[in-house]
């Protein structure tokens, strides 16, 4: 499974992060914000779409920042991450919370094992 997400900052530099809600796999854990690559999609049109759908906002998909390949037990995921810029307020569309959470402040949120990378990136490139 490809999934894209997306590295949104805000005019302080704090990094948006979405909860996920519940009956959702992974439930109430905080991640970046994307979601799955269709067929015939690319990565950066998936991502606009999904940005756009989730947070009701207009993105730019920047440079890549990591790809994760990570194992589970029922499938195998790619998690493509890319920087973002945005116009618009982003609004939990689908009812999930969201945060602006300062870049040292991360790694205090619980987050999906995939998702861990991304901030270990994220703080080597500080």
């Given at each position: 499974?490809?999934?894209?997400?997306?590295?949104?900052?805000?005019?302080?530099?704090?990094?948006?992060?979405?909860?996920?809600?519940?009956?959702?796999?992974?439930?109430g854990l905080w991640?970046f914000p994307g979601?799955?690559?269709?067929?015939?999609?690319?990565?950066?049109?998936?991502?606009?779409?999904?940005?756009?759908?989730?947070?009701?906002?207009?993105?730019?998909?920047?440079?890549?920042i990591i790809c994760?390949?990570?194992?589970?037990?029922?499938?195998?995921?790619?998690?493509?991450?890319?920087?973002?810029?945005?116009?618009?307020?982003?609004?939990?569309?689908?009812?999930?919370?969201?945060?602006?959470?300062?870049?040292?402040?991360?790694?205090?949120?619980?987050?999906?094992?995939?998702?861990?990378?991304?901030?270990?990136?994220?703080?080597?490139?500080?």
């Amino acid at each position: 499974m490809h999934v894209v997400a997306g590295v949104l900052r805000d005019a302080r530099g704090r990094i948006l992060l979405a909860r996920r809600t519940a009956g959702r796999e992974l439930a109430g854990l905080w991640e970046f914000p994307g979601g799955k690559v269709e067929p015939g999609e690319t990565p950066e049109a998936a991502l606009i779409r999904e940005l756009r759908e989730e947070l009701s906002v207009e993105a730019t998909v920047g440079a890549a920042i990591i790809c994760v390949d990570w194992a589970m037990p029922d499938k195998q995921l790619l998690l493509d991450v890319r920087e973002v810029a945005h116009q618009g307020v982003p609004r939990g569309v689908e009812g999930q919370a969201l945060a602006w959470v300062p870049l040292h402040k991360l790694g205090d949120y619980p987050m999906p094992p995939a998702d861990r990378p991304v901030v270990e990136v994220l703080l080597q490139r500080r």
